[in-house]
Nanobody
């Protein structure tokens, strides 16, 4: 249902754009989110974007992370700028409506110092 990609091994200060393509859902009516889970830590919310286009980003990454969506492509994006080693994590996308709650498989982001 959700296919995330775009992760990789990068250096501190680089940028990445993660993508999450949805299928089998009415994407334009679906609220989307990005989460991350670092080794040994709990999964945390990074950013959300609702079906009406309103978005929110965690204070911990505000100013560096941007969430967006393209309803024509059924895809949500997470732009990550000025990457830091502490951004190293598996990044997951999530799709929610009143009738479902789906998670993608995750994409690994590793930031070297």
């Amino acid at each position: 249902q959700l296919q995330a990609c775009g992760g990789g091994l990068v250096q501190a200060g680089d940028s990445l754009r993660l993508s999450c393509a949805a299928s089998g859902v009415s994407f334009r009516f679906t609220d989307m989110g990005w989460y991350r889970q670092a080794p040994g830590k709990q999964r945390e919310l990074v950013a959300t974007i609702k079906s009406d286009g309103s978005s929110d980003v965690s204070d911990s990454v505000k100013g560096r992370f941007t969430i967006s969506r393209d309803n024509a492509k059924n895809t949500v994006y997470l732009q990550i700028d000025r990457l830091k080693p502490e951004d190293t994590a598996v990044y997951y996308c999530r799709a929610q409506r009143w009738s479902f709650d789906y998670w993608g498989q995750g994409t690994q982001v590793t930031v070297s110092s």
